[in-house]
């Protein structure tokens, strides 16, 4: 019990987590393929209502540094799986798929994401984290068709979330 407790406070300590490793070099490491616009993302304001989601658009391959929203005022389409503290923020946006696929969301924290299609919620095919050094830290994969979706974020510690959502497969 002690050496984890000391392993805790070391790790504490120096700032390194599971999710970071200790040493990364000075510039970011390229993302995968279906990330590569990650380091240039545009700023999308959120949406708080379903029926402002037109107002809230990416296409699917485009980095969006989404701004968010007091989880609070946020009135989502599904119960997001992860509803988040109060004290968290999220939102909404909109993307289209055109070809059916295996879709990954890349997250820069470690919120919840849902994938919300006609009111439904999409099945996760696969989650973990992101490629190391990347400043991807949340990977979601999702089994889509062609049409409209909306992207749910929920609980993220910040008020903003870069956010990439890119065709894997």
């Avoid at 379903?50 to 969006?64: M, P, R, T």
């Avoid at 968290?88 to 994938?115: H, I, K």
């Amino acid at each position: 019990m002690r050496i984890i407790l000391a392993a805790f406070a070391l790790l504490t300590a120096t700032g390194t987590t599971a999710a970071e490793p200790e040493a990364c070099p000075p510039a970011p490491t390229a993302p995968p393929p279906h990330f590569s616009s990650w380091s240039e993302p545009r700023a999308l304001p959120s949406v708080t209502k379903a029926e402002d989601l037109e107002q809230a658009h990416f296409a699917a391959g485009e980095a969006v540094e989404l701004q968010l929203h007091p989880d609070g005022e946020v009135a989502y389409q599904t119960l997001p799986q992860g509803a988040g503290e109060a004290k968290s923020f999220g939102g909404m946006a909109r993307f289209s798929v055109t070809e059916a696929g295996l879709y990954s969301v890349g997250l820069g924290a470690f919120a919840w994401v849902d994938v919300v299609r006609n009111g439904v919620p999409q099945k996760t095919s696969t989650f973990g984290h992101g490629p190391e050094c990347t400043g991807i830290r949340k990977v979601v994969s999702f089994q889509l068709e062609p049409g409209d979706y909306t992207l749910e974020i929920s609980g993220n510690e910040q008020a903003s979330i870069r956010v990439l959502v890119g065709r894997a497969g």
